[in-house]
């Protein structure tokens, strides 16, 4: 028997022509029976998503994404606003056969696949933010971060857009999961995530910061992730955004974020080699490979 085999990645990051070259390099290399995860931060181009999507839905037994905030950027397009280029994302995976609703694999052992769309909450959002106050140095984030340059929001919206995105997942919530779930996110569903489980690393990284005014965890995700993801009762939950490779066990639920990054993440050693490629985290023969 060939197993099915669950693979993912994300923060792929397509506009580097390496970074596609080397994800279609693995997608050529026989997958027909798998399923590739792709967690957002492709490209905020429609017309590169769409090439991605034509290149690499024949190479798999299914594709899944969900888009990151890249996707929701509507610098160099005719988007009258991000809620419009999200929807417009979602009738290119539907076009293109991506798939944006829980799939359950397998004919001998089965897993569940289930994609979250979310957003962060900023500091504001007291209940549901991720925010930690950083004591060293000015907060000028609101100058540097670019979703607050290229994204615009309807005022029709009258929510928190981490409630907005989330409130897409409700439908899937109470599905009747009979087999294990691998549910996935571009955001961060947990603040402990956004420091490694190495203490001396992590206080290294504090005192070498090279941007100490950007405050990451204002815009690193939201606690509604973390409440979705127990209620559907997720074994494994996947994430990133960060552009960090790490796994991590809290609460019995197993985080893996595995990005890929920009090109010279890879060669400073922010982000590890081995993340070129997508990491297997099930095969239908031996179950869990995390
Ligand atoms: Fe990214
Ligand atoms: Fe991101």
Redesign the pocket.
């Known amino acids: 028997m060939v197993p099915s085999r669950v693979w993912v990645t ?2 792929i ?1 397509i506009d580097y022509q390496e970074n596609f070259n080397q994800l279609m390099d693995f997608a050529r290399r026989g997958h027909q029976l798998d399923v590739l995860i792709i967690a ?2 492709a490209t905020d181009r429609l017309d590169k998503l769409e090439y991605l999507f034509d290149q690499l839905v024949p190479c798999f037994y299914r594709v899944m994404f969900v888009p ?3 996707e929701m950027w509507i610098r160099r397009s005719d988007f009258a606003d991000s809620v419009e280029k999200f929807n417009a994302i979602q009738a290119l995976c539907h076009h293109h056969g991506v798939q944006t609703e829980p799939l359950r694999l397998g004919q001998y052992q089965h897993v569940w696949l289930v994609p979250l769309q979310s957003w962060y909450d900023d500091k504001q959002f007291a209940d549901h933010t991720l925010y930690m106050e950083k004591t060293s140095a000015l907060d000028r984030t609101d100058d540097m971060w670019g979703d607050f340059f290229h994204t615009r929001w309807p005022a029709s919206i009258e929510v928190p857009l981490a409630q907005w995105f989330a409130q897409h997942n409700e439908a899937f919530l109470n599905w009747n999961y009979d087999a294990p779930v691998i549910s996935f996110s571009h955001f961060l569903p947990r603040q402990e995530l956004i420091f490694g489980s190495d203490f001396s690393r992590s206080v290294l990284a504090k005192m070498f910061d090279p941007h100490p005014e950007f405050n990451f965890t204002r815009v690193a995700g939201s606690l509604r992730i973390h409440d979705q993801i127990r209620r559907l009762g997720s074994q494994v939950h996947v994430y ?2 960060q ?1 960090r490779n790490r796994v991590r066990e809290l609460d019995g639920v197993t985080y893996v974020s595995h ?1 890929m ?1 920009y090109p010279r993440e890879r060669q400073m050693g922010f982000v590890k080699a081995d993340a070129r490629e997508p990491r297997c985290l099930w095969r239908e023969d031996t179950g869990f490979c995390v």
Do not use: K, R, T, Y
């Open positions: 994300s923060d990051h957002g931060d990151g905030n890249h990133g955004h552009h990005c990054g």
